[in-house]
């Protein structure tokens, strides 16, 4: 029975879109699918990994036969259309349970898994909260923050980014315990206070999706679950229950003695010295010391070996010795665009506060450690 006859990208490009989540060996073989539907209009593609749900769809080709409803391994197919010529034309044709996929004188025989054992979440009707904006703003609130997440920390609630809504800002947290990223958005209007801990892995697989573009995105909060959509595509994920930590807390507000300094010329002083840091090492500790004008980058090995960096800096405050994970400032310098950032130091005991000048909108706060 004929399925479809179309184009190779107008399969693939959908199909991309959705695979993100997917893994390759699941302990129940109907996640590694995508569910695809075809009715009068649309053909649509969604999967699962029980946590997040993203569904795309894409106008009806014109040489599509019937409505039908499938599930077939979704990397597979993915795969397999990436083998194929751009300009290829397919056949995808269904016998009993396996779907057949041929492209001139390539032919592929996929199994089906039965359409009943796919977990859809829940689509619930009535939100929340309701909030829209331009994707390009939601990609930068999630682009400056999302690497400051923690990963697989046994706190699970610093597993996961905090989105919040609260009159018209759209505030996004991300924080690991030792640094923390902060980022808002003006919104058009103003909405009732709503915040969610959005999971990492749905955080960067949404900013994976989204594009700089005016299009607008509607975020819809629910008791248990947010849903995004845009350009076609709906991702659903459940959310994380628990209290994240109050990051006004954690901003510091007494850090006056400060420096600026070229964002560029600071990662690549950076990335030098760090060639001599423990790389095994979890916590990579580099030494800062600010005099008059002048800022020392000093980095050291368990081997005793030592590289030193000196650049100029406006400084004309007392004298500091602080000592930082290279890491997050590695981080932080590759995810801004700005030409400059703003150093900002209360004691040598006392959290950095890394602004961007002109951009107050933006926060990255690291704690001192002790090497």
Same mark, same amino acid.
């Given at each position: 029975?004929?399925?479809?006859?179309?184009?190779?990208?107008?399969?693939?490009?959908?199909?991309?879109?959705?695979?993100?989540?997917?893994?390759?060996?699941?302990?129940?073989?109907?996640?590694?699918?995508?569910?695809?539907?075809?009715?009068?209009?649309?053909?649509?593609?969604?999967?699962?990994?029980?946590?997040?749900?993203?569904?795309?769809?894409?106008?009806?080709?014109?040489?599509?036969?019937?409505?039908?409803?499938?599930?077939?391994?979704?990397?597979?197919?993915?795969?397999?259309?990436?083998?194929?010529?751009? =300009?290829?034309?397919?056949?995808?044709?269904?016998?009993?349970?396996?779907?057949?996929?041929?492209?001139?004188?390539?032919?592929?025989?996929?199994?089906?898994?039965?359409?009943?054992?796919?977990?859809?979440?829940?689509?619930?009707?009535?939100?929340?909260?309701?909030?829209?904006?331009?994707?390009?703003?939601?990609?930068?609130?999630?682009?400056?923050?999302?690497?400051?997440?923690?990963?697989?920390?046994?706190?699970?609630?610093?597993?996961?980014?905090?989105?919040?809504?609260?009159?018209?800002?759209?505030?996004?947290?991300?924080?690991?315990?030792?640094?923390?990223?902060?980022?808002?958005?003006?919104?058009?209007?103003?909405?009732?206070?709503?915040?969610?801990?959005?999971?990492?892995?749905?955080?960067?697989?949404?900013?994976?999706?989204?594009?700089?573009?005016?299009?607008?995105?509607?975020?819809?909060?629910?008791?248990?679950?947010?849903?995004?959509?845009?350009?076609?595509?709906?991702?659903?994920?459940?959310?994380? =229950?628990?209290?994240?930590?109050?990051?006004?807390?954690?901003?510091?507000?007494?850090?006056?003695?400060?420096?600026?300094?070229?964002?560029?010329?600071?990662?690549?002083?950076?990335?030098?010295?760090?060639?001599?840091?423990?790389?095994?090492?979890?916590?990579?500790?580099?030494?800062?010391?600010?005099?008059?004008?002048?800022?020392?980058?000093?980095?050291?090995?368990? /081997?005793?070996?030592?590289?030193?960096? /000196?650049?100029?800096?406006?400084?004309?405050?007392?004298?500091?010795?602080?000592?930082?994970?290279?890491?997050?400032?590695?981080?932080?310098?590759?995810?801004?665009?700005?030409?400059?950032?703003?150093?900002?130091?209360?004691?040598?005991?006392?959290?950095?506060?890394?602004?961007?000048?002109?951009?107050?909108?933006?926060?990255?706060?690291?704690?001192?450690?002790?090497?």
């Amino acid at each position: 029975m004929l399925l479809i006859k179309t184009n190779r990208d107008a399969l693939l490009r959908p199909l991309q879109t959705v695979t993100g989540i997917v893994e390759r060996r699941q302990t129940l073989p109907i996640l590694s699918n995508v569910l695809i539907q075809q009715n009068e209009e649309k053909i649509s593609f969604l999967t699962t990994d029980l946590e997040i749900q993203i569904k795309t769809t894409a106008e009806k080709d014109s040489t599509a036969q019937q409505s039908f409803s499938l599930t077939v391994a979704a990397k597979k197919l993915q795969d397999i259309l990436r083998a194929l010529a751009s =300009d290829a034309e397919i056949l995808l044709t269904r016998q009993d349970d396996h779907l057949h996929v041929k492209s001139g004188k390539s032919a592929f025989n996929l199994q089906i898994l039965p359409v009943e054992d796919f977990p859809e979440i829940v689509e619930e009707s009535k939100s929340d909260v309701f909030v829209t904006l331009k994707q390009s703003e939601l990609k930068k609130l999630l682009h400056h923050v999302q690497f400051a997440v923690a990963q697989q920390d046994i706190r699970y609630y610093l597993n996961g980014l905090l989105l919040l809504v609260e009159e018209k800002h759209l505030v996004s947290v991300g924080t690991d315990g030792h640094r923390l990223a902060y980022m808002t958005a003006d919104l058009a209007k103003a909405y009732p206070k709503q915040e969610v801990i959005l999971p990492r892995k749905a955080v960067f697989e949404l900013s994976k999706l989204l594009n700089d573009s005016e299009d607008p995105i509607n975020i819809e909060y629910f008791q248990n679950k947010v849903r995004f959509s845009f350009s076609n595509i709906i991702l659903t994920s459940k959310i994380i =229950d628990g209290k994240f930590p109050d990051y006004n807390r954690v901003i510091p507000t007494k850090n006056t003695k400060l420096f600026e300094i070229e964002r560029l010329t600071f990662l690549q002083a950076l990335q030098r010295v760090s060639i001599l840091s423990n790389q095994s090492e979890k916590f990579r500790g580099v030494r800062l010391i600010i005099n008059k004008d002048n800022l020392c980058i000093v980095c050291k090995n368990s /081997e005793q070996e030592e590289a030193r960096e /000196e650049l100029e800096v406006k400084y004309d405050n007392e004298s500091i010795d602080i000592s930082l994970n290279i890491t997050y400032l590695l981080d932080l310098l590759n995810h801004v665009d700005s030409e400059t950032v703003q150093c900002a130091f209360e004691n040598a005991n006392s959290s950095v506060l890394i602004t961007i000048p002109g951009r107050a909108e933006f926060k990255y706060i690291v704690m001192p450690m002790r090497i």
